[in-house]
């Protein structure tokens, strides 16, 4: 099976894989991860791209890949891979063993009719969830490895608003705040983009509530994003492991004020 969106043919990535590596299978049983976003009634899991990488030493990915990734760079082509075989995975855990997600030009993933999901990655792991799209009205994940204090410095200045600064940053000496804010966001655009089908600036939303302790936080729009009335906060969870900070945007409800 194969999903069409605009210009971009994605092929099901296990199945195309099993004709270039009959024992593909057998070689991805030791890449695999549990997956650390909670998420109710719907599958997720996870991939070491270390693990993939030797799995698939010898293959050139550009023989299976689509072709906006042929000339990415090995890297890249590795966690584009493990997100889609993550995503299959977690798709065929919900009974659909043959679905396959899409993309669209400018790299959106297309979920099967009546499933949303999410895939994220950072330079050790890729994540995927999925679930079923009548039980969830807006679904996001991010996993990012926390960040050096020269990027929380940048995460400061380019993603985090003045009161984000004055309120959530600087009590910590670490930098997982800086890395949570960050990865709350994605996550939350993750989930927003397929509702407001535009690009969603990090000014536009902010944290405005912060439970370390039961790892969640709220992230509500801003006057700047001309959602103010329009659309109601909604809760990220969060999980911070080791080095890697895991946020999961699953609201149930509408985003949007009735
Ligand atoms: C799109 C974006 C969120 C991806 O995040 P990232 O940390 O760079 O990368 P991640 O590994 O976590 O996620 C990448 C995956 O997100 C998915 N993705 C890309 N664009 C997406 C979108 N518009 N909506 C939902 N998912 C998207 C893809 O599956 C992609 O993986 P793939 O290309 O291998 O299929 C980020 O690049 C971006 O544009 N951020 C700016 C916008 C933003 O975050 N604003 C904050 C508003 S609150």
Redesign the pocket.
């Given at each position: 099976m194969q999903a069409a969106v605009g210009q971009e043919m994605v092929l099901r990535m296990d199945q195309t894989l099993r004709r270039w590596l009959p024992d593909a299978q057998h070689k991805l049983a030791a890449c695999w991860l549990d997956a650390p976003h909670e998420l109710a009634g719907g599958a997720g899991c996870g991939i070491s791209l270390a693990a993939l990488d030797r799995a698939l030493a010898g293959l050139d990915l550009a023989e299976i890949l689509p072709a906006a990734?042929a000339r990415a760079v090995r890297k890249?082509q590795l966690?584009?891979l493990?997100?889609?075989l993550c995503?299959e995975r977690a798709l065929a855990e919900l009974g659909y063993s043959n679905g396959a997600?899409g993309?669209t030009e400018?790299?959106?993933?297309q979920w099967p009719d009546g499933l949303v999901g999410?895939?994220?990655?950072?330079g050790e792991a890729?994540y995927?969830v999925a679930a079923f799209a009548s039980g969830y009205a807006a679904l996001?994940?991010?996993?990012?490895r926390l960040a050096r204090p020269s990027a929380a410095q940048s995460i400061r200045s380019l993603?985090c608003t003045e009161r984000e600064i004055q309120a959530w940053l600087g009590p910590r000496d670490d930098t997982v705040a800086e890395t949570l804010i960050?990865?709350?966001?994605?996550?939350?655009?993750?989930?927003?983009?397929?509702l407001l089908g535009r690009?969603?600036?990090?000014s536009?939303?902010e944290v405005q509530a912060l439970d370390w302790q039961a790892g969640r936080l709220t992230?509500a729009p801003t006057e700047k994003s001309g959602l103010l009335g329009r659309m109601r906060p909604f809760r990220v969870r969060f999980r911070c492991a080791g080095a890697e900070v895991h946020t999961i945007v699953s609201e149930r409800g509408s985003l949007f004020v009735a």
């Amino acid at each position: 099976m194969q999903a069409a969106v605009g210009q971009e043919m994605v092929l099901r990535m296990d199945q195309t894989l099993r004709r270039w590596l009959p024992d593909a299978q057998h070689k991805l049983a030791a890449c695999w991860l549990d997956a650390p976003h909670e998420l109710a009634g719907g599958a997720g899991c996870g991939i070491s791209l270390a693990a993939l990488d030797r799995a698939l030493a010898g293959l050139d990915l550009a023989e299976i890949l689509p072709a906006a990734l042929a000339r990415a760079v090995r890297k890249r082509q590795l966690s584009f891979l493990a997100g889609r075989l993550c995503a299959e995975r977690a798709l065929a855990e919900l009974g659909y063993s043959n679905g396959a997600v899409g993309r669209t030009e400018s790299g959106v993933p297309q979920w099967p009719d009546g499933l949303v999901g999410s895939i994220t990655h950072h330079g050790e792991a890729a994540y995927a969830v999925a679930a079923f799209a009548s039980g969830y009205a807006a679904l996001g994940i991010d996993s990012e490895r926390l960040a050096r204090p020269s990027a929380a410095q940048s995460i400061r200045s380019l993603c985090c608003t003045e009161r984000e600064i004055q309120a959530w940053l600087g009590p910590r000496d670490d930098t997982v705040a800086e890395t949570l804010i960050f990865s709350a966001k994605e996550a939350g655009y993750k989930a927003i983009y397929p509702l407001l089908g535009r690009f969603v600036d990090f000014s536009e939303f902010e944290v405005q509530a912060l439970d370390w302790q039961a790892g969640r936080l709220t992230l509500a729009p801003t006057e700047k994003s001309g959602l103010l009335g329009r659309m109601r906060p909604f809760r990220v969870r969060f999980r911070c492991a080791g080095a890697e900070v895991h946020t999961i945007v699953s609201e149930r409800g509408s985003l949007f004020v009735a």
